[in-house]
T-cell receptor, first 114, second 113 residues
Framework: GDSVTQTEGLVTVTEGLPVKLNCTYQ???????FFWYVQYLNEAPQVLLR?????KRTEHQGFHATLHKSSSSFHLQKSSAQLSDSALYYC????????????FGLGTTLQVQP | DTTVKQNPRYKLARVGKPVNLICSQT?????MYWYQKKPNQAPKLLLF???????READTFEKFQSSRPNNSFCSLYIGSAGLEYSAMYLC????????????FGPGTRLLVL
């Protein structure tokens, strides 16, 4: 079946250091796009990154991710974490067909400490 | 404006009582979704409306109802709440040509006692 596996639980990083959140997926669909959503405390999940092109780096707000279909991965990285990056991060992709429902991972909480 | 609003943000319900959650969007999106998020689980689709057509997931078919009186509003209705309904309920909307992007509301946290 369709699934997303993310770095589990809580990732703690010191401000200014690099961070990487892993995301791998499994699907039988010819998937159109992959997303990273970020959810700050008490706010709505919002799109951080979207990619539909294999092996192309996508960047936004200092974060970047490259979709690698050969390894079924879409890892999220940032070279220098900021305190304001502390949030819950979801990796997800929509299934094809009328539903377009999102298949989510469990989410990874990123905590950036001073 | 890509805002999706949900009311209430927090809901306390008693076992056996009905619960009605509201979602609204002003983006004229044709599709609206309801997801359920429980601790240590991924968000899971419950149902969605494409225009006026309701589609419910097979495993939640009998547990949730929904209505969409107009394009902007969508409700999620639980006829008789059970303890297992305690969760975060996320509403999302998507427009045609939106490159599959779903816009989410902040969620309603439901606690059933």
């Amino acid at each position: 079946g369709d699934s997303v596996t993310q770095t589990e639980g809580l990732v703690t990083v010191t401000e200014g250091l690099p961070v990487k959140l892993n995301c791998t997926y499994q699907t039988t669909y010819l998937t159109i796009a992959f997303f990273w959503y970020v959810q700050y405390l008490n706010e709505a999940p919002q799109v951080l990154l979207r990619s539909s092109t294999d092996n192309k780096r996508t960047e936004h707000q200092g974060f970047h991710a490259t979709l690698h279909k050969s390894s079924s991965s879409f890892h999220l990285q940032k070279s220098s974490a900021q305190l304001s990056d502390s949030a819950l991060y979801y990796c997800a992709f929509p299934v094809t067909g009328n539903t377009r429902k999102l298949i989510f991972g469990l989410g990874t909480t990123l905590q950036v400490q001073p | 404006d890509t805002t999706v609003k949900q009311n209430p943000r927090y809901k306390l319900a008693r076992v056996g009582k009905p619960v009605n959650l509201i979602c609204s969007q002003t983006m004229n999106h044709d599709t609206m979704y309801w997801y359920q998020k429980k601790p240590n689980q991924a968000p899971k689709l419950l149902l969605f409306y494409y225009d006026k057509i309701l589609n419910r997931e097979a495993d939640t078919f009998e547990k949730f109802q929904s209505s969409r009186p107009n394009n902007s509003f969508c409700s999620l209705y639980i006829g008789s709440a059970g303890l297992e309904y305690s969760a975060m309920y996320l509403c999302a909307s998507r427009g045609l040509g939106g490159r599959d992007t779903q816009y989410f509301g902040p969620g309603t946290r439901l606690l059933v006692l």
